[in-house]
C-alpha cells in the first residue's frame, strides 16, 4: 500500500504531512533570520546550507512531536513486525461484528424510511 492511498484512506496522515511542512518552513524561516544574525556572511551558499539544516531539524522536530500526539491518542506508529496474536485478531473480530450489526440496522431503517 502506498503512501497515497494510505492518506486518501486515513484522513489523519495529510495533517500530520501538513505538520512536518510547517516545521520545515517554520525551520526554513529561522535559518535564514540567523544568516541575517550573522551578518549575512558567505552570501546565498552559506544561506542556503544553514536555511536547509534549520528546515531540516524543523521537519525532524515536529515529526518527533506528531509522533507523541498520535501515541497520546492511541494510534500506532510504528510498524507492526510480529504477527498478530490470538487476543488482536478476536479483536478484530468483535470490531468487524458490531460494524456490521451497524451497517444491518442502518439498511433496515432506511428500508423502513423509504417504505
Not at 484522513?11 to 541575517?36: C, E, H, N, T, Y
Given at each position: ?23 520545515m518552513v517554520i525551520g526554513l524561516a ?36 506528531g509522533a507523541m500526539n498520535a501515541r ?25 461484528k458490531a460494524e456490521a450489526r451497524a ?13
Amino acid at each position: 500500500m502506498g503512501v497515497g492511498e494510505r492518506i486518501r484512506e486515513k484522513g489523519g496522515d495529510g495533517k500530520r504531512f501538513r505538520i512536518i511542512g510547517l516545521g520545515m518552513v517554520i525551520g526554513l524561516a529561522w535559518g535564514s533570520i540567523m544568516w541575517a544574525i550573522t551578518g549575512a556572511q558567505g552570501g546565498a551558499t552559506v544561506w542556503l546550507y544553514i536555511a536547509l539544516t534549520m528546515a531540516m531539524i524543523g521537519g525532524g522536530v515536529a515529526a518527533i512531536f506528531g509522533a507523541m500526539n498520535a501515541r497520546k491518542k492511541g494510534e500506532r506508529i510504528s510498524p507492526r513486525i510480529m504477527p498478530k496474536d490470538a487476543a488482536e485478531r478476536k479483536a478484530e473480530a468483535k470490531a468487524a461484528k458490531a460494524e456490521a450489526r451497524a451497517q444491518a440496522k442502518a439498511d433496515a431503517d432506511a428500508r423502513k424510511q423509504s417504505g
